[in-house]
């Protein structure tokens, strides 16, 4: 039992309190003379009182005293803290708000249970200590609930709605939750209290701020249990997930790549990291862990030609099992698109460039279909290209080409499509008018003897030779090149090939959004045999993939806790589907039109997308578990994969010396997972006003009948 | 001091229309309005005077009416209604005062008033200044002169030293041969018991006796505030007091004091009148005449 001051720097007027017996001695210091005859009687009447007279005088000083404390002592508002709950006492009814953290790092394992279950227990435990007149509401930091109105519930009401709070895999919204329940904390109760159960993990509490509150209200008692610290945060972790080209082209390879970080003391060795693709297992790679520590892992998978990719990445189970998963899902859409510009069409078919081109591209397996579609223009056919239509662009030699399409073209590369640029006898930087390349071409030079090629330092594992497999330098150095166009990295570009004696050959480089590759070289055989060469459909195989990659698309994931939203053409408002969630629950949804605009977007609190005029949508709320919802209607096979957020992930609590500065007077408990009594560690302020106050009053008739009997 | 101090022009004026009427037959040599038990042997004139309603006719000189043209009363030496002894306190206690008069002051004009209230009457009045262990006296005559060796035996004191008002009592009481009137003017503020002694000794001798207990304002209201320190104006002794703690039981202390006081005259049939000085001088005068001569004619 402790006391809180609101405003403890009053307490420094306690000085005040001897201002009485101040007043008294200067009242002493200034006693006036006066003669009297009937001294007689004043000697007798001083020594009939006196003795009854001082007493009554030192218990007036001592009220005055205590009047004068006590002033102070009230206006620096005294709470006495009472460990044992928040139950309300004889004509204090409580209303008690349990603020409830499901977020995903509450999932946290302790020894009797996750954080999470601990805090359930803490929670029934103290509507078992309500009173009849008390009312309790509870609230979550993730799902629905945390906006809702505050249901004040009677005990056993508080029971069932404490049955219906579930572990999420979402992301907490601490702030705003708190704030509610001090916006909504019932005025006609006694004794007000928030208890905000939480494990305070960075993801969820680094940024807030009590003075982000925009309420704050000192007569409700808002404290903060910390749930089970010494549980730790022992745990490892997949981080950083990044696929590449996401989502993934038909027939393409893409690449996982994550970090495991390992939250534990101790190093970890072999950790398994399994990749899978549907329900099977892909690839499994094994990561040593130093402690605090992360390792990266990446993979590769080889998206089908049609249909849906999903699959996940899985770590071993450990404490927080929310994280050792990562969901990936992705329909796999229509086939990369590619203008081939031929700049040298009056040549023979198969003397030309594009030749070359168009079959290394559309290489397919057997059976199969090539993951490209070509289109061969000839360069005077520019102007009618739409440009739009294609993933990128490979222009052979271009030498003189309407200047309309060289402004197109450098628009259409600026917003995310890719070009490969090969030089020839026509082509030049100059003549292209493309000054805006990551390379730039000094004219064409003669090799004699002709030269080879190689992997410029470092670059080995660019996405371009993603195709060579290891041995890609190999195929390199086999090839001559007796003429090139000498190249020189400019404008953020670097080298990919280069001759021997480091002259580069092949730049690559950004502009915009886009990508793009700048080749020294032909794509016939003129200047080099590269086209004839073994290397050349990986190659341009890998061209294509790093060039097509760049284009962004609508990814079908989302965080846990939000909502996500699955489209669908117009035709089809008013339709309903069905969704199955990770724990087989099924829920019906149904299309509504979207139509662009600010309005509708924030009315459903939704981001929307590129495609987002004139579609149908349906928006799915309850996704607060990660894993996979799959829309069930026969005809559609889609699923969307949803993953706890990032930041959950981020589970060591908040440096407590932080938090408490920004809670400043606040309280902040822990409860222990084995502890016995959970209302242990809930605190219960009793605002002293109102006693203090009545004792103030009594003190004051009681000063006023002795001073009226003297 | 200007010996007119003490004839306030207007205490006189409203006082020249009342008689003093004694409440016995006194002893006394007079003819007048008073009953007496011996009749004179007034012989020796003095003077004349002025003729006043209720003389009688028979005393009128009609010799010198005859020669001034106006009726004049012979006056004997002898010729006296009563003898009244004037007993004032000139104790230290009575020089004190809150307003323009102390009690002293107040006392001796209240005195002197009555003494040429007296005097007026061809009373014969005699004065006693009361001092601790020996008083001043003024034999008692009935001359008008006699009037200014009262006023300068009153003014001659000067108010110190202790009460010794119940000593010069029971002295004047054992001086006098006759009965007549004492008149005490105090503020009685010695010993009660010593007080009662001497105004029983006065009262078994027959004498009229008439108490004009003065106190000042302060004394009765005690006004002081505040911390003060009370000194005794007749001893060195102070105290120092919550004035509004002991203003209560000092009150009631005074009351019980003055209750007694009035009491015990009334039981010796003594006139017992409290004068405060804030009261006007005369206003008391006139209505300790008027009640006197309502009851006693």
């Not at chain 1, 023979?348 to 059976?367: H, K, R, Y």
């Not at chain 2, 009351?255 to 015990?264: A, C, D, I, V």
Request: proline share 5%; aromatic share 8%; net charge neutral.
């Amino acid at each position: 039992m402790s006391f809180q001051f609101l405003h403890g720097a009053l307490l420094w007027g306690m000085g005040l309190v001897f201002l009485p017996i101040l007043i008294h001695l200067l009242r002493r210091r200034l006693v006036r003379r006066h003669r009297l005859p009937t001294f007689e009687f004043l000697l007798r009447t001083q020594r009939r009182i006196t003795n009854r007279s001082r007493l009554r005088n030192w218990i007036l000083l001592f009220l005055r005293l205590c009047a004068v404390g006590l002033i102070i002592f009230l206006a620096s508002r005294p709470l006495l803290e009472t460990e044992g709950g928040v139950a309300g006492v004889g004509w204090f009814p409580a209303h008690t708000v349990a603020v409830i953290d499901n977020s995903a790092s509450m999932a946290f394992q302790t020894e009797k249970g996750s954080r999470f279950d601990v805090t359930k227990r803490a929670v029934r435990r103290m509507i078992e200590d309500m009173s009849d007149a008390d009312r309790m509401s509870i609230t979550m930091t993730v799902g629905e609930s945390a906006a809702a109105p505050l249901k004040e519930l009677k005990r056993k009401d508080a029971f069932a709605a404490l049955e219906q709070v579930h572990q999420t895999d979402g992301k907490g919204a601490p702030a705003r939750v708190v704030q509610h329940a001090l916006e909504n904390a019932s005025p006609k109760a006694g004794r007000r209290n928030i208890v905000v159960f939480s494990d305070f993990a960075r993801g969820d509490w680094e940024s807030f701020q009590i003075r982000n509150l925009k309420q704050w209200n000192p007569h409700v008692h808002l404290q903060f249990v910390r749930v089970a610290p010494e549980a730790g945060v022992e745990d490892l972790s997949l981080r950083d997930v990044k696929m590449k080209p996401w989502p993934p082209k038909a027939g393409f390879s893409f690449t996982i790549g994550a970090r495991v970080f390992n939250r534990g003391e101790e190093k970890k060795s072999k950790v398994p990291v399994k990749l899978y693709v549907g329900e099977e297992l892909q690839e499994t790679i094994e990561v040593d862990l130093d402690p605090n520590e992360a390792s990266p892992v990446s993979f590769r998978v080889n998206a089908p030609e049609k249909g849906v990719l999903y699959g996940r990445l899985e770590l071993p189970e450990d404490n927080l099992s929310t994280t050792n998963w990562f969901y990936f899902a992705a329909g796999i859409g229509k086939r990369l698109r590619a203008l081939v510009i031929d700049g040298d069409p009056k040549r023979g078919i198969q003397d030309s460039e594009t030749f070359f081109v168009v079959n290394a591209l559309s290489a397919a397996p057997l059976g199969g279909e090539s993951p490209v579609l070509t289109h061969v223009v000839a360069s005077y056919e520019l102007n009618k290209v739409g440009w739009d239509e294609y993933d990128y662009v490979i222009a052979c030699n271009l030498g003189r080409w309407p200047a309309q399409a060289k402004q197109q073209l450098r628009s259409f590369v600026e917003k995310g499509g890719g070009l490969f640029w090969a030089t020839g006898e026509l082509s030049s930087e100059k003549s292209a008018g493309l000054g805006w390349l990551p390379g730039t071409t000094r004219g064409p030079v003669t090799l004699r003897p002709s030269r080879s090629l190689k992997i410029a330092q470092g670059e080995g594992a660019h996405p371009v030779f993603s195709f060579l497999g290891t041995s890609g330098g190999r195929f390199f150095s086999a090839l001559r090149l007796a003429r090139i166009t000498p190249l020189e990295p400019a404008r953020g570009g670097r080298t990919l090939l280069e001759l021997p004696d480091d002259t580069p050959v092949l730049v690559v480089g950004s502009v915009g959004a886009g990508r793009v590759l700048v080749w020294g070289s032909t794509c016939d055989r003129d200047w080099t045999d590269l086209a004839v060469r073994p290397v050349f459909v990986p190659f341009m195989r890998g061209v294509s993939d790093f060039l097509g990659g760049s284009r962004k698309g609508v990814s079908s994931s989302a965080d846990a806790g939000d909502a996500f939203e699955i489209r669908a053409p117009i035709r089809r408002v008013g339709e309903a589907i069905q969704i199955r969630g990770p724990a087989q629950e099924e829920r019906a949804i149904q299309f509504m039109e979207k139509t662009p605009g600010p309005e509708s977007a924030r009315a459903d609190g939704l981001r929307l997308g590129k495609s987002g005029g004139g579609a149908a949508v349906a928006y799915y709320r309850g996704a607060d578990r990660a894993g996979f919802y799959r829309v069930l209607t026969p005809d559609e096979k889609h699923f969307v994969a949803v993953n706890a957020p990032a930041s959950e992930s981020k589970i060591s609590p908040v440096e407590m010396s932080t938090f408490k500065e920004k809670l400043e007077k606040l309280d902040v408990r822990d409860l222990p997972a084995n502890d016995s009594d959970p209302l242990r560690s809930i605190l219960s302020l009793i605002d002293l006003g109102v006693l203090l106050f009545l004792a103030l009053g009594g003190i004051f008739v009681a000063e006023a009948f002795l001073a009226d009997r003297t | 001091m200007n010996t007119d101090q003490y004839f306030d022009p207007l205490v006189i004026s409203r006082l020249s229309n009342l008689q003093l009427r004694a409440r016995h037959v006194v002893e006394g040599l007079m003819s007048g309005v008073h009953r007496s038990r011996s009749r004179g042997f007034s012989v020796d004139f003095e003077e004349h005077r002025a003729y006043s309603p209720g003389d009688e006719l028979r005393h009128i000189d009609w010799k010198a009416y005859g020669k001034f043209d106006r009726y004049l009363v012979k006056q004997y030496e002898d010729e006296t209604n009563l003898y009244a002894h004037l007993v004032v306190d000139a104790s230290a206690s009575m020089d004190f005062g809150d307003g323009p008069l102390s009690k002293y002051a107040y006392a001796a004009t209240l005195s002197s008033a009555m003494a040429h209230l007296l005097l007026g009457q061809s009373d014969s009045v005699g004065l006693v200044v009361s001092h601790e262990f020996e008083d001043m006296q003024v034999p008692p005559k009935s001359i008008r002169k006699h009037l200014l060796t009262l006023l300068a035996g009153l003014q001659a004191a000067t108010p110190s030293g202790g009460t010794g008002i119940a000593r010069s009592m029971l002295a004047v009481a054992e001086r006098l041969k006759r009965r007549g009137l004492v008149v005490i003017v105090s503020d009685l503020l010695d010993d009660p018991e010593a007080v009662e002694k001497a105004l029983k000794l006065l009262c078994l001798k027959g004498n009229d006796v008439i108490v004009f207990h003065i106190l000042d304002s302060v004394e009765l209201e005690f006004p002081f505030e505040g911390l003060a320190r009370m000194d005794d104006v007749e001893t060195d002794r102070n105290i120092t007091v919550e004035c509004e703690v002991v203003k209560r039981p000092y009150l009631g202390l005074l009351e019980e004091f003055l209750e007694q006081t009035r009491e015990r005259c009334a039981d010796l049939g003594v006139d017992y009148h409290l004068v405060s000085t804030a009261e006007p001088l005369d206003r008391g005068l006139i209505r300790f005449l008027a009640w006197r001569s309502r009851s006693r004619v």
